[in-house]
């Protein structure tokens, strides 16, 4: 079970470092223009090996992923001074179709796993590019509100005092300012939110609401604010999709990924709860919102189809 990662950065570094504690893959092949950043970072996450699971941590090339089933794509173009969204997408668009099309030259069947923001627009454009080689979208799969999941679920778990892998709850849409939080489908251990607080007589009212709300909304925000970016989430919910996909475990998870109809919003890539196995995405699950969740919903499609709209008219 190999893993190909583009980008030694520190999303990319941080996830090939989780996929090993996790024992997730069995290769992990780490690629980046700069090799010397690339043999570094493997080097030093294969030192860990022996404190951990037995992984072969490597720096490569793309003639190493012709046998890698997940190739994750870390890799991405920063914002220049002067530069506008759009002239900054088309530069991350040339760095997508290299990378795309190195890969399938010495693999015909690789699965995209995509970690570069913003993950909803550059998930989207890949599976365009992707659909050029024949890949289907099934096959490009953006790690989307994962993290924002998790967040949200630590917090929960945190206040009402249980272990954040028995709660259900769920972010939804953009990996970004609009994310919508499923209020309304939270359960403990089966018992809904409201009955559980309820029933262990602790207050959980509108106030305690929206500072979860916010402290999940704005995580990023403060995270990069006081250590200048954000990699061990991301590089965890990266490991952990390599994991679910790798074993086949099927697991139900908010990945961004290619939609025909969102609240009435067309062919637009955003999160939802997927069914995650062997093949990819095996399909978006049926979820279900209240009314101002689902406005909320249509309107980060909504943005999140300016955004690509945008590109694609810069584009012709």
Do not use: C
């Amino acid at each position: 079970m190999k893993v190909g990662i583009i980008g030694s950065g520190m999303v990319g570094a941080t996830s090939a470092y989780a996929i090993m504690l996790r024992k997730a893959a069995s290769d992990i092949v780490l690629i980046d223009k700069n090799h010397k950043r690339a043999e570094a970072e493997a080097q030093d996450i294969q030192h860990a090996v022996p404190f951990a699971h037995a992984t072969d941590v490597f720096a490569g090339t793309y003639d190493d992923l012709a046998d890698a089933k997940i190739i994750i794509i870390a890799a991405g173009a920063n914002q220049k001074p002067g530069e506008t969204r759009l002239m900054l997408m088309k530069r991350n668009t040339s760095i997508l179709r290299d990378i795309i099309s190195n890969v399938v030259k010495v693999n015909a069947n690789p699965l995209f796993l995509i970690a570069t923001n913003p993950v909803d627009i550059i998930t989207h454009i890949s599976v365009s590019i992707a659909s050029e080689y024949g890949i289907p979208s099934s096959k490009i799969i953006g790690s989307g509100t994962t993290l924002d999941t998790a967040r949200f679920r630590s917090l929960l778990g945190n206040y009402v005092g249980v272990d954040p892998q028995n709660i259900h709850a769920y972010v939804l849409g953009e990996h970004g300012d609009s994310e919508v939080l499923a209020w309304s489908n939270i359960d403990i251990g089966g018992v809904s939110l409201v009955d559980y607080t309820a029933y262990r007589g602790i207050t959980f009212d509108e106030t305690v609401k929206q500072s979860i709300e916010a402290s999940v909304r704005n995580a990023a925000y403060k995270i990069i604010e006081g250590k200048g970016s954000t990699y061990y989430g991301i590089g965890a919910a990266i490991a952990k999709l390599v994991d679910v996909i790798n074993r086949d475990n099927r697991a139900v998870l908010t990945v961004s990924t290619l939609k025909s109809d969102v609240e009435g919003i067309k062919d637009i890539t955003l999160s939802l709860p997927h069914l995650i196995g062997g093949e990819g995405d095996l399909g978006v699950l049926p979820i279900r919102l209240n009314e101002q969740e689902k406005k909320l919903l249509k309107k980060s499609a909504s943005l999140i189809k300016e955004k690509i709209d945008e590109y694609e008219n810069g584009q012709q």
